[in-house]
């Protein structure tokens, strides 16, 4: 009985719908999903809601802490922020991009206006504190 409790329980948290994550981005998803570089010169994000990229490699210390933090935060902010990583090593179009060449970076992209780039390890609240300020509001006012 108690297996086929568990099994009923795992399978029902897979199939679970719309549960939130970070989502690994390979240059072509980008070009798909955020902005096609190569068709337009000036910047125009196609996500329908603000996003998050944070730009890593495997090895970095600072990204592996940052991890968690990204996938409690695209929990929290689940529908209204997509969260990205992008293996700057994998993905060096997109690193030569934004001209990566500390790691993290993470790259803020709101729904209207220019993205910004941060360099380095914030807390979880400061990151909070940026998607609030600089994702979310903004996004409300250009509603209104």
């Known amino acids: 009985m108690r297996k086929m409790m568990f099994l009923c329980l795992l399978a029902w948290l897979v199939a679970m719908p719309g ?5 690994y981005l390979t240059t072509a998803q980008f070009k798909e999903n955020v902005f096609d570089y ?4 000036e910047w125009n994000y196609v996500g329908k809601v603000p996003a998050i990229i944070d730009f890593y490699t495997t090895w970095c210390g600072p990204c592996k802490r940052l991890a968690p933090i990204m996938e409690t935060l695209s929990e929290k902010y689940k529908g209204k922020v997509m969260f990205y990583k992008v293996d700057t090593e994998r993905e060096r179009e997109l690193a030569a991009l934004f001209n990566i060449s500390s790691i993290p970076q993470v790259l803020y992209i709101p729904k209207y206006g220019k993205p910004q780039i941060l360099v380095g390890l914030y807390p979880q609240d400061q990151i909070e504190e940026i998607i609030e300020q600089f994702l979310l509001k903004p996004a409300d006012k250009k509603k209104k």
């Open 19 to 23: 549960m939130a994550e970070v989502k």
């Open 38 to 41: 190569t068709k337009n010169r």
